[in-house]
Structure formats: C-alpha cells, structure tokens
C-alpha cells in the first residue's frame, strides 16, 4: 500500500463554471503512468475523515480535476474553498490496468463522457511530452459547449489527435455508432457508470476485440 503524503496547492485554474484544476506540490511523489489516479483524505478539526478517488489530468506531477458534486463532502471543498498553500493529503499513484504507455505503437481510441475526460486528457498529454506518433482519436460525449473541459487545449490542432466533440443536448441525442470507428485501435472508455457501458457496448457491436476496451466509471453523473 502507497504512503499518505502532503499535498500543497500550488496552482488552480477553472475549467467551467462548476469544475477546478487543481495542482499540488508533492514531496518524493514517485511518478505516475497516464491514466492512474489518486486517493485524496481532507481532515476536519474534530478528527473526522472523508476520502474519494480522482484521476490524475497530467502525467508531470499531480493535477487533478475535479468536478463540483452539490451533495459532495470532499468536491465542494476542492473546488470553492481550497485556496494555494492549503494543504491535504494523497495517496497514489493507484491502478495499472487503465493505463497508456507511449512504448506501445497501437492507434488509441479515446470515449469520454463528462468529467470521464480527466484521465484520458491525461493520455493526450503523455503523448505530447512523449514525442511519439502513435494516432489517437478522441470522441467527447458531454452536455454542452459550456460543459468543455480543457477547451483551448482540445480546440488547438495537436497532430495526430483527432477531437470529436459531441454536444449531446444541442443535438437532442446521446452518442451513437455513427459517432465511434470500426475496430483497430486501443479503446479507453471513461465517464459515468451509464455512459461507459453504452460506449463499450457500440464499440463491441461495430465489432472492436473486448480484450483492447479498456473502461473506467464513477456513480455520479457528470
């Protein structure tokens, strides 16, 4: 089991008007893969605990995402209240399975769903800081233009990461076949429990190995 360590808020940015980046200071953090993610423990005064889980945006230090959940007891805190030289303390990194390797030359498909974008951005990013040229698409299934995370990292050409945005209330409909392509690439699938198993289900039915969907879900809806 990984040590809890203290974590300082360095940096925050607002990615809409209800999800936060937040980024921390770390001391010895080991390093992480794309795709893994972090325990996060806030302790009140009197002692109480509350622990959640959040992917990790990046893979140069730790950065987090987190999106405001109204009947939240860790996110309201992340989000409205933390402010830089506060501290917490995290965990991690945690997970091996839902992860992307820069050594591996397999195109990549990237499904996300709302908030599901975090750890998958965090992909897009690896193989930036990585130099290689490995194809990777990503199709981006969320409620509305003011819903985008990240927007002018995605909306900037990046070669070789083709970004589909699915803005699913505009259009009145959730993603669909038409929205994914036929088999080849590595699959990651994130987002809420719902979204993901629609996702996998299409990608299965267009004909894409089970073994290369990879998927990773939360409760709450984003």
Known sequence: MTKWRPGRLVETRDETATARTLVFEVP??????AGQHVDVRLTADDGYT???SYSLAG????????????????????????EPDDELEIRGPVGGWFVWRPANPAPVLLVAGGAGIVPLMAMIRGRRAAGVATPFQLVYSLRSP??????????????????????????????????????????????????????ADLLVGLGHDPARIRTERFGASS
């Open 146 to 199: 003011e819903n985008l995370f990240y927007a002018d990292e995605l909306r900037k050409p990046d070669p070789g990461v083709e970004v589909s945005l699915i803005y699913t209330r505009v259009r009145g409909s959730r993603i669909s076949a038409a929205d994914l392509p036929g088999p080849g690439p590595d699959c990651f699938v994130c987002g809420p429990t719902g979204f993901v198993e629609a996702a």
């Open 59 to 82: 893979t140069d230090g730790v950065e987090l995402t987190v999106q405001l959940l109204e009947d939240g007891e860790v996110s309201p805190y992340l989000t409205q209240v933390m």
């Open 50 to 52: 509350a622990r959640r």
């Open 28 to 33: 010895d953090w080991p390093g992480h893969l």
